[in-house]
């Protein structure tokens, strides 16, 4: 089993709608969680972080962390052409320096 | 803001040259990484830093070495690149947790 596991997609949503990206990992110890969005030829940007169990609401963002289920979800209100990108989950090992990345989802908005 | 800059973002290099890439951060972080995103196998963590001077290898140290002699410059250094090492090659710096990307520098060794 992967330590963090993502659904590579492609993920096709139409423009307006609700995308919602899923994620799961390993390690029960891991208490904090980003969202990296990395658009074609370019670096991961940083877009959400969530430590607690529940929501986290950032613009048309939402984090959702569940830690007895361990799994994590990013929600993408009113979904733009801009939003189509690939969506890395990452999660920092609870017991080394380094952080852990899924494959990413690959998302698409089409109009 | 954070700032992780890359000496180059596209290099082109032949088989059994010693290649340097170079990385500054600006924002006195401890922890430094150096990463290699290949289609259809996402991030690897090639080495990581949490010191001047300290190293761990990752997940793919073969074929590559690093040197951290100040804080913010973390380099990677191929002693003999090899066409499998062509690829995007990412430096990235943690804060409490958050990590930030440099640009990438895209890597083809022919």
């Known amino acids: 089993q992967k330590e963090v596991e993502q659904n590579s997609g492609p993920l096709s949503v139409p423009e307006g709608a609700i995308a919602s990206l899923n994620c799961t990992y390993s390690d029960r110890g891991s208490q904090s969680f980003f969202w990296y969005r990395q658009y074609s030829g370019k670096s991961p940007e940083l877009i959400m972080f969530i430590y607690s169990n529940g929501d986290k609401e950032d613009g048309r963002f939402t984090a959702q962390l569940n830690k007895a289920s361990q799994y994590v979800s990013l929600l993408i209100r009113d979904s733009q052409p801009s939003d189509s990108a690939t969506y890395l989950c990452a999660v920092p090992h609870s017991s080394a320096s380094k952080i852990i990345f899924g494959s990413g989802t690959r998302l698409s908005i089409r109009p | 803001d954070v700032k992780v800059t890359q000496s180059s973002r596209y290099l082109v290099k032949r088989t059994g040259e010693k290649v340097f890439l170079e990385c500054v951060q600006d924002?006195?972080?401890?922890?430094m990484f150096w990463y290699r995103q290949d289609p259809g196998l996402g991030l690897r963590l090639i080495y990581f830093s949490y010191d001047v001077k300290m190293k761990e290898k990752g997940d793919i140290p073969e074929g590559y070495s690093v040197s951290r002699e100040k804080k913010e410059r973390f380099s990677l250094i191929l002693e003999s690149a090899s066409t499998n090492q062509t690829s995007m090659y990412l430096c990235a710096s943690t804060g409490t947790d958050t990590q930030y990307f440099g640009p990438g520098t895209r890597l083809t060794v022919l």
């Open positions: 924002m006195d972080h401890e922890n």
